[in-house]
């Protein structure tokens, strides 16, 4: 079964870089598309990046050029590097599960983090 726990959240400045990792303590990691989403206060989740089991990548257009998600199946970690930050990038980041990577990107997922908080400041 897999378990999921993000890493690395905290303060950046606009224009600094961060990276975030999930983590899979179930060590199912190798079976699933893997993804990030993230939410603002008062707005709805949305999807940021996916991978899937064999390193196919997929962005959103908010985020395309400037973060990378990418994972190592034998750590059964997945990072999303985050570049030139904005304070609109400001919010909740959660790593999400699911079979299919087309599953991740439509939201439907079988598996959620707890989410960590990603501030930036300008």
């Known amino acids: 079964q897999v378990q999921l726990a993000e890493l690395g959240g905290g303060l950046v400045q606009a224009g600094g870089s961060l990276r975030i990792s999930c983590v899979d303590s179930?060590?199912?990691?190798?079976?699933?598309?893997v993804g990030w989403f993230r939410q603002a206060p008062g707005k709805e989740r949305l999807f940021v990046a996916g991978?899937?089991?064999?390193?196919?990548?997929s962005y959103s257009d908010s985020v395309k050029g400037r973060f990378t998600i990418s994972r190592d199946n034998e750590k059964n970690t997945v990072y999303l590097r985050m570049n030139s930050l904005e304070p609109e990038d400001t919010a909740v980041y959660y790593c999400?599960?699911?079979?299919?990577?087309?599953?991740?990107?439509?939201?439907?997922?079988?598996?959620w983090g707890q989410g960590t908080q990603l501030t930036v400041s300008s």
């Open positions: 999400a599960a699911a079979r299919q990577l087309s599953l991740v990107q439509s939201g439907q997922i079988e598996y």
């Open positions: 179930g060590r199912s990691f190798p079976n699933y598309a």
């Open positions: 991978v899937s089991w064999n390193g196919i990548t």
